[in-house]
């Protein structure tokens, strides 16, 4: 079989096939020359989910007629003056899209730079260039692309419906306004409504692009990043741990203003939030990251959406490093779409059509509720169950009276009901707290921060505490036992199927020693490897903490209700238990009211 050189439109199509895969695709390339164009305003016109009609106008530099007839060649750009790859500062560089675009559509290109009496229109027909010629029009360009992929119908048959078109268009003008909030984006057509996005400049810029795009439950809900070391700027948004979602969708990766996929930013982000979320469930985040184009190659992919780092250690750790600085300032927040989650589930009972029994009130059938005022059978301390380091000094009766409830975000306990959650009021707003899941992420900090400053401190039993297993389960823990023992659990074999442990951690004070130990069982069964266990310490840590923490069913007295509330304030991150669920749900005076249709 012999060799021969392909034609020219042939050539020009193949290269269509790799870097215009959609209507989305040729959007995506005509907007970024736009923006490299200078444009302070581009406005997005499509019909027919971008099938039809693609038309993108701009007010940046425009072109002369020179650089007019040059656009649509191949491999022409403007953005590689020194032909150096490693110094690409620019979103389009390859010279391709509108060569590409033009052998498989019908393509019409007019332009005016300032300071031309008209402006210029050069047409594209299935590669077929006709013009240019003049055209009255403001400064800068037009593109209108029609009958995408007429001249290849075999691809239209792999595109999906108008609207999921255009659905896959508005995904990426978003991705491409939320990295130029300078630049005010409008999105129009006949198979959407309208988008409007003005330009915003100044301090606080992209956090207000953001809520644009995102919209405000987000902002409202997110820490904001700033994060700078070894010449790797890390900005953006980070959605607090209780504002979740079921799928990716709404995470954003930007890297010197370019929308990426990437494996290292998706992993550093999974890294980031695996002591907060479900593993099921994705943390909603805008990320963007500053290095020197020098460290990055973006030329891996043909449109332009994977690149390679040369350092992705240090990208990785400066990305870890800003969210978890950005939800440790964040303290004690939960998101306030848990509010909201409850305000659905209080809905009016339908009135019912029967007549209404009369019954005498029984107190043996009430609810399980228990003022914080009164007194349990006998007086109980918060030591009887919290560890050591939890150990709070009880005021005496002479103390002061206590702080009113405004004086603290979670304010001061009133009740305790079903003997586990608090409820507190501050100064405007009712507080319910989960006490067993609060605690437990209290216990959880301990831990870490204890073993960032050394050993954790062990307890020591009087008698060894001995524990029958399988002998399969046996054999983990004795293989983990030096792991173990660096968080203060000292165990040894004894015997084939058991195991004698010696010391436990101090932090969970009188603990089930059985159900750690088997839950830690259950856990090297799962990781299956020594080395897993090293690598699990968290994963370890908040079994135990798990142990550790006030159970369900114990009742509290007020001043221990309080210095739970008043923990809490004071430790990052207890907004949300090591499983990833909230542990507290703020309702407002308002959304109360509301409750009892008492707003006008």
């Known amino acids: 079989m012999s060799i021969r050189q392909l034609p020219e439109d042939l050539i020009n199509r193949i290269a269509a096939g790799e870097v215009v895969e959609r209507p989305a695709s040729v959007v995506k390339e005509l907007v970024e020359n736009a923006i490299d164009a200078g444009a302070s305003r581009i406005v997005i016109t499509t019909a027919g989910g971008g099938k039809t009609q693609i038309r993108i106008e701009d007010d940046g530099c425009g072109m002369d ?90 691809r239209l048959k792999f595109l999906k419906t108008d609207r999921a078109e255009a659905a896959a268009i508005t995904d990426t003008v978003k991705r491409l ?15 959407r409504s309208t988008i409007n996005w003005p330009g915003i400049t100044g301090e606080g810029a992209l956090a207000a692009r953001l ?185 005496p009766p002479e103390a002061p009276v206590p702080a009113e409830p405004e004086e603290y975000p979670l304010g001061s306990a009133r009740a305790q009901m079903f003997e586990n959650f608090i409820v507190a009021q501050n100064g405007d707003s009712l507080v319910l707290v989960d006490q067993h899941a609060a605690h437990e992420r209290l216990v959880y900090e301990r831990f870490k921060a204890q073993m960032a400053a050394g050993p954790i401190a062990s307890q020591a039993h009087l008698i060894p505490v001995v524990i029958e297993l399988p002998q399969e389960d046996c054999d983990r823990l004795e293989e983990a036992a030096p792991t173990l023992e660096k968080l203060g659990l000292y165990l040894e074999r004894f015997g084939p199927r058991a195991v004698a442990v010696r010391e436990t951690p101090a932090l969970l004070g009188q603990t089930d020693v059985h159900g750690l130990v088997r839950d830690l069982a259950d856990g090297l069964a799962e990781w299956d490897s020594a080395e897993a266990v090293s690598d699990r310490l968290d994963a370890i840590i908040a079994r135990m903490a798990c142990h550790g923490s006030v159970r369900s069913g114990r009742r509290l007295r007020v001043e221990e209700m309080n210095a739970l509330l008043r923990e809490m304030e004071a430790t990052p991150h207890s907004g949300q238990c090591i499983h990833g669920r909230p542990t507290y749900v703020e309702l407002k005076l308002k959304d109360i009211e509301r409750l009892f249709g008492r707003t006008r």
């Not at 055209?135 to 009958?147: C, F, P, S």
């Not at 700033?226 to 700027?233: N, Q």
């Not at 109980?380 to 050591?388: E, N, R, V, Y």
Request: hydrophobic residues 45%.
């Open 65 to 154: 007629e020179a650089d007019l007839v040059l656009s649509v060649e191949r491999h022409a750009t403007s953005k590689l003056q020194a032909d150096d790859l490693d110094d690409i500062r620019t979103l389009g560089f390859r010279g391709e899209a509108l060569a590409s675009i033009g052998s498989v559509s019908d393509l019409a290109v007019s332009s005016r730079p300032d300071g031309a009496e008209s402006g210029l229109r050069l047409e594209v027909r299935r590669g077929v260039k006709r013009g240019p010629v003049p055209q009255a029009m403001n400064k800068g360009t037009i593109l209108d692309v029609r009958n995408l992929f007429a001249a290849v119908p075999a």
């Open 177 to 191: 306004a939320m990295a130029n909030p300078h630049v005010h984006f409008v999105l129009d057509g006949s198979d």
């Open 211 to 395: 809520s644009q795009v995102m919209g405000d439950d987000f902002s409202e809900n997110a820490a904001p990043l700033g994060f700078a070391r070894h010449g790797i700027v890390v900005a953006g948004l980070a959605g607090l741990p209780t504002y979740s979602r079921a799928n990716s969708l709404s995470q954003f990766y930007f890297v010197n203003g370019r929308s990426v996929r990437d494996k290292v930013l998706l992993g550093a982000v999974r890294a980031a939030y695996a002591d907060f979320v479900f593993r099921d469930r994705f943390p909603v985040i805008a990320l963007f990251v500053a290095v020197d184009p020098a460290e990055v190659d973006v030329n891996v992919h043909p449109a332009k959406a994977e690149l390679r780092f040369k350092d992705q250690g240090a990208v990785r750790g400066a990305v870890i490093r800003a969210i978890q600085e950005a939800l440790a300032a964040a303290g004690f927040r939960a998101s306030n779409t848990v509010a909201e989650s409850v305000m659905d589930a209080f809905r009016a009972p339908e009135p019912a059509m029967a007549e209404p029994v009369q019954e005498t009130y029984r107190p043996e059938i009430a609810p399980a509720y228990r003022p914080a005022y009164s007194a349990p059978a006998r007086p109980l301390a918060f030591s009887d169950f919290a560890p050591p380091s939890a150990r709070v000094d009880l005021p």
